[in-house]
């Protein structure tokens, strides 16, 4: 191995223990669940927003948009121009639930409107969703550290997870939120870096790039074909797939998952968490581009030299930062990436470990224990779901995209969470009877189109969350009937 190689490993090695000891550093402010999983609501609205940025996009977006773009074009920004009308409906509809009270996650405003055993469904729906998803995003760390240090999957993310685990189970929300900040920065940071130096790569440069791109219609953004063929819901990237799939998506995820909107609720305010949210979108559209952008260089790259890209897709832009990219700078891009993995995986085990005391645990409890008590049932649940994570990781190998497997991972459960919370907030005579059907139906519909069906992920969230807002609407009318002639 060169020396030069040694500089590499040796800025990778300086950020894992420089972000580590970083992160480690918040423990003594964790005295209470408050603190533990809401940073005791003293992050200002800018560092929520970059948290927020980084759980958005993470390694999946890192390693799997520029793979899109390769492959096709930049007709995945139709679908960010959702995630804008999504934040419409969130700041409208529910951020003022949620700061009704204090709560500590999204699944208490469940219990208020309906009932415990709906809180324990829509709990339960998003442990299941997001262990899942995020098993597959630990499975696209193993991606980048198997390129770089040539170890199998399991070693490969093993490395990572323990040392996220390590100040996420120390620095709980605080740390989440600070270690995202600095993440994100050296992510973005990375991939402009790369794109200055993919470009030293390509004779001609960027007019060549967008001369090849434009020929090959690479940045085409926008499909506003419409018809009711089954080719048309079958394609993911159309104006109208993009856009409401989105939209939908990004309410469900922002609106009524735990690892979303437990970043809301560590906000000051209202106020500042609305401000959090909306400039948020800013930074992922800028964002999505350069990622995208960075895919058609790649694209170019392999053209001019005639070369056959690396398989599966995923591996071209961390292969090509490794292994084309001046020592020294492929290190600090390949730890960029870590860091999106990292502050991603960390607030991931924060909200499992506070959905599954808050909402499961605690209620539970007959005698109801001290807070320090508590705080450290947080931190084992924190280890117990790290653990977790690693095993469905190992399941995930023979994924294809890492970036359409996790949102689509996704996309089944979000639609049968937003359409029961869009009951709870939009309507008043269904009850949780009601809401459980269907949610239960929604469910089982979305499993159905993701695995009978060729319709695109795209669509999943807006028919799970129709089919559960109408059955349950409808179921209403009959248990209200039921119970009338119950109590007669």
């Known amino acids: 191995m060169s020396e030069m190689r040694w500089l590499d490993y040796g800025v990778i090695l300086a950020y894992l223990i420089g972000i580590t000891a970083f992160g480690y550093r918040f423990r003594e402010s964790q005295k209470t669940l408050k603190d533990y999983f809401l940073g005791g609501r003293d992050a200002p609205w800018w560092a929520i927003a970059f948290s927020i940025v980084s759980a958005e996009t993470s390694t999946l977006t890192v390693i799997g948009t520029p793979a899109i773009s390769f492959n096709g074009n930049f007709g995945f920004l139709q679908v960010v121009f959702g995630y804008l009308l999504a934040r419409i409906i969130i700041s409208v509809l529910f951020l003022p639930q949620y700061f009704r009270g204090e709560m500590f996650t999204a699944y208490e405003l469940m ?51 323990s040392l996220t685990l390590f100040y996420t189970f120390e620095g709980g929300m605080t740390a989440v939120i600070w270690t995202d900040v ?63 799939g989105g939209c939908f998506l990004t309410t469900a995820s922002h609106g009524t998952e735990q690892l979303m909107v437990q970043r809301l609720l560590s906000a000051k305010n209202e106020r500042e968490a609305r401000l959090a949210l909306f400039s948020s979108w800013f930074v992922i559209l800028f964002q999505f581009t350069l990622f995208l952008v960075i895919g058609v260089m790649l694209w170019v790259y392999y053209q001019d030299a005639n070369l056959p890209p690396p398989e599966p897709r995923d591996r071209i832009y961390p292969k090509f930062i490794w292994d084309f990219l001046p020592h020294g700078v492929s290190g600090l891009v390949i730890a960029a990436i870590l860091a999106a993995a990292m502050s991603n995986l960390s607030a991931a085990l924060n909200a499992l470990a506070s959905t599954t005391v ?52 996704a996309s089944i459960i979000y639609g049968a969470l937003l359409g029961v919370f869009l009951l709870g907030l939009l309507t008043k005579r269904t009850g949780e009877r009601a809401a459980m059907i269907g949610m239960s139906c929604g469910l089982a519909i979305s499993i159905y189109v993701k695995f009978y069906t060729s319709i695109a992920w795209t669509w999943y969230v807006l028919i799970g969350s129709s089919i559960t807002f109408l059955v349950a609407l409808a179921a209403s009318y009959l248990v209200t009937e039921r119970e009338k002639r119950l109590h007669v």
């Open 358 to 409: 808050m909402d499961f645990i605690k209620p539970a409890d007959k005698v109801q224990r001290s807070d320090s008590q508590y705080l450290s049932l947080a931190k084992k649940m924190t280890v117990l779901w790290c653990a977790i994570l690693l095993g469905i990781a190992l399941l995930a190998r023979s994924i294809e995209s890492v970036l359409e497997a996790g949102l689509g991972i």
């Open 111 to 161: 219990l208020r409107r309906f009932g415990p055993n709906i809180r324990k469904l829509t709990a339960g729906s998003f442990l299941g969703l997001r262990a899942l998803a995020e098993g597959v995003r630990v499975f696209a760390i193993s991606i980048v550290v198997s390129i770089v240090l040539g170890t199998g999957e399991l070693l490969s993310a093993l490395a990572i997870v």
């Open 182 to 244: 600095i993440q994100m920065c050296l992510y973005v940071a990375g991939a402009i870096l790369s794109v200055f130096v993919i470009l030293q790569q390509i004779p001609g440069g960027w007019d060549h790039v967008a001369e090849l791109g434009r020929a090959a219609h690479k940045f085409q953004v926008f499909d506003f074909a419409v018809s009711m063929t089954p080719a048309f819901f079958a394609k993911t990237y159309s104006f109208w797939a993009g856009v409401l």
